[in-house]
């Protein structure tokens, strides 16, 4: 039987994950004296949980390194171009956080959900601007004057209309 | 007896109109994210969170319970209508009813539908009330072993009963049970994995989890491998035919009520097996001059749906009796009780008996609104099908950015959110379920003080004390049986195939 290699990856990635962690728990300052440390203790709960993760891992690691390889490539599986439209999704969103509060709400979501509408599909430009407005601005009315929450306002203070 | 009196008689006093229109908001909301194909009830409860946290508690129950409810009816539209699921509950609901829309009775199966979904819901609730008094006056008099017990058996059987793999099911609830350890010790004050940070110090905050974890990666995910509806047909209303099915197959829709309260009651079960079961049990008792099930025929429609309805009353049960969630969406309910400041489980029928009364009279008054609800909007809500997929995604991310953000206003909330939806979208890759990681999240607090308090009592003498405690060593059975049956039944499965 041939093993199949992302399950493989992931248990694997797990199992570092774990490591780091437990690694982490170990370093736990505790207050006072080690008599805290029974099972009681705070160091010794979170690991009793990545313990039971580890054994869990381990399992699912025999078990993908057991399975049987796909006779034919998986037909849901997305081919690099769309993994890499999601990526420069999250990029943006990244950067979409730094800027949210000193550019402002209405500055920093309207070209966000542009670029959420044309990497869904959205080929109509006129369309996807007015929709992209009109979006915004019912979400600015709804936190401003049902919720009363004051989003970002911004460089031009264009929030300050509102 | 008398508690369910008591309890009906002071029920509609705990609603106002506030909590009506919450209701009706929540279940016009969740019937549109029940019936759009890639959006679904979890997506629609986790998006509206943020927003509870501007109102009382019954108004925020009342908002997610009737987003529950509406989506659990709402994905049998576009299963009727365009042969696409909404939600994988009305896998089972579409076998007949679309049949039914192709031969030219989408109506009449829309009503059906419709009406099965309001009786569900109106029998588990009254199931509800029936029951979870009287389970939470025995679960108050649990100690922190029998409460820490539970816990665990919530979090294993819902691991056993997410996604293809019980053993990855279990790695993310004891992920979730991990990530609710970040922050300060509850009993000791010690920092645990803040790396010094004060926002760390009080702990991961369950927004930008949940909204991360589902909304974000969802968008994602959608990017990747966009979910689209095809042509909709608007020839649609409401039939009276099918109102007279209420006597004629009464004993169809009372069967399948039960089936799907007992079903809801059970822990990681829900919906989908619930509607199946249901849809089987129908199709034994099938009447000779109906047609066949799998051609239209009305019975199937009815198990299907009325089943899939009342499992929302049942899951609700272990949530307020014994603070363990029935499904997914009641654990983010969960959630949204929390950030109340109410913890879900027994105690709340001595602290807050305002606010269990409130959740027993939303959930009865929403499964009776959907009837009028449902009918008088199905043109309507069907239209809706025809949004293009860039509009609604565009729309999720805009209400789980602001939704988040507005919360507290720290923008570290959204760089949680974007981790989390990362977090997500990597765990989707590898066939992660997510669902046990927030039941885990949810559960962690009350699962640690429970069991280091058991571990206290005992003096370090575990298994002795354990001994003394014939319901914690029962539920710890039940707990060995859902893992030995989940390692055994892909065994049993091999040696059938």
Redesign the interface.
Known sequence: MQTTR??LL?ALT?TLAICV?LY??SR?????SSD?E?????RA??AM??G??LV??V??VL?SGFARQDAAPDP?R?GLP??G??MA??AV??G??FV??PVG?LLT?IP??IL???????RNWPV?IL??VV??LT?LVI?RYA???V?PEGLLGIDAVF | MAAFWDIFAGLFGSMGIGQILSLITGLSVGIVVGALPGVGPLLGVVMAIP?TF?MDPVTAMALLIGIYQGASYGGALSATVIGIPGTPMAAATMLDGHPMALAGRASEAVTLATIGSALGGVLSGIVLILIAPELAAIALRFGPAETACFALLGLTTMGALSGN?A??G??MG??G??IA?IGL?P???????TFGSVYLDGGIALIPLLVGLFS?SE????????VRASNVSMGLGASGRAFGTILSRGVNYLRSGITGVLVGVLPGVGGVTASFLSYRLALMFKKHDDPEFGEGNPDGVIAAETANSAVTGGALIPMLALSIPGDPIVAVLMGGLVLQGIQPGPQMFLEHLGVVQGIFAVFILGALLLLPLGLVFLRGIVGMLRL????I???V???S??GT??VS?E?LD??AL?VF??MG?LLR????PLAPLVVGFVLGPIF?AN??RT??VSQ?N?VEYLATRPIALGVLALVAMAILAAFLKPRRARQTA
Not at chain 1, 116 to 122: R, S
Not at chain 2, 388 to 391: I, N
Not at chain 2, 429 to 432: C, I, N, S, T
């Open positions: 992302q399950p992931f797990f962690a982490l728990t736990i300052d505790l207050a006072f805290l029974t099972f009681s203790g705070p709960y979170p949980i990545l039971a993760m869990f891992n399992i699912t078990q849901a997305t769309r993994t439209h999601a999704l999250f969103l990244v979409f956080c949210f509060e709400y979501m966000l959900l959420v509408a044309w990497l869904n599909g959205a996807t929709v992209s979006l915004a979400c936190f919720l009363d929450t989003l | 927003f501007y793999s053993v990855k279990w790695m004891f992920l049970l991990f350890t010790d009993v000791t004050g010690v920092q645990r994995f974000i968008v994602m995910r959608q990017i990747e491998r966009p293009p997929l860039w509009g995604m565009a729309g991310l805009m209400v950015l602001v953000y507005a206003r923008i959204l760089f974007l939806g990362m979208y890759k590898g066939d992660y640690e069991f280091r571990v206290l370090g575990l």
